[in-house]
């Protein structure tokens, strides 16, 4: 009867042991380091860029106008390169104006270069009265032949890429005729930029 006895108070339920064990194990998770990101106790998050944004760029004091963009490729023992070619025109709309060719193998470079040419081939023009120019111009650039005569009152008279040379130069009151059949636009922008170097004060 001792032994029996004996056996019960040694013996215990799994319902018993389980706070015990539980109690035992929560140190250890305790202990654990907490998880997070790359950023440890901020959560992950990235440092803030030092600088802050970046200033906005001045804005030009010409005004541009594309004529065409072309993808241009060149055939090499490998295959074929592909670039761009980019006609520009930029103007003040007071007189100055140029036209510009760029190329290069990305767009935004293409332009850029086209626009340092237009500057560096930039013209002044003679205005007459009333933004007009003071007597009928004629002028012939390879396959391109355009007559420009003065129209008061009748505002800008032009088409193709004449037009946009006319405009950004600021000349008004005008009416432009192309007397060939091309269609090259950077031909016709520039017959119109050596009709309007013609031009007498």
Do not use: C, W
Not at 33 to 49: D, F, L, M
Not at 69 to 98: L, M, P
Not at 125 to 149: D, P, T
Not at 162 to 183: W, Y
């Amino acid at each position: 009867m001792d032994d029996t006895e004996i056996k019960t108070d040694i013996v215990e339920t799994p319902e018993a042991a389980a706070p015990a064990v539980e109690a035992a194990a929560a140190p250890a998770r305790n202990n654990r380091p907490e998880r997070g990101g790359r950023g440890g106790a901020q959560g992950g998050r990235r440092p803030e860029r030092r600088g802050g944004a970046r200033p906005p760029r001045a804005k030009s004091e010409y005004d541009s106008k594309m004529i065409n963009i072309r993808r241009v490729a060149r055939v090499v023992a490998g295959g074929r390169r592909f670039s761009f070619s980019v006609a520009i025109i930029i103007g003040n709309k007071k007189g100055k104006v140029g036209v510009g060719l760029g190329k290069a193998g990305d767009t935004t470079l293409a332009i850029d270069k086209a626009t340092r040419d237009a500057k560096k081939h930039m013209i002044t023009v003679n205005f007459a009265k009333g933004n007009s120019i003071a007597h009928e111009v004629k002028a012939k650039y390879n396959a391109s032949m355009v007559s420009m005569m003065p129209a008061p009152g009748r505002g800008l008279v032009a088409g193709s890429s004449v037009r946009p040379v006319l405009e950004l130069a600021g000349v008004t009151n005008i009416v432009a005729k192309i007397h060939s059949g091309s269609k090259n636009g950077l031909n016709n922008a520039r017959a119109a930029i050596e009709a309007l170097k013609s031009l007498k004060a």
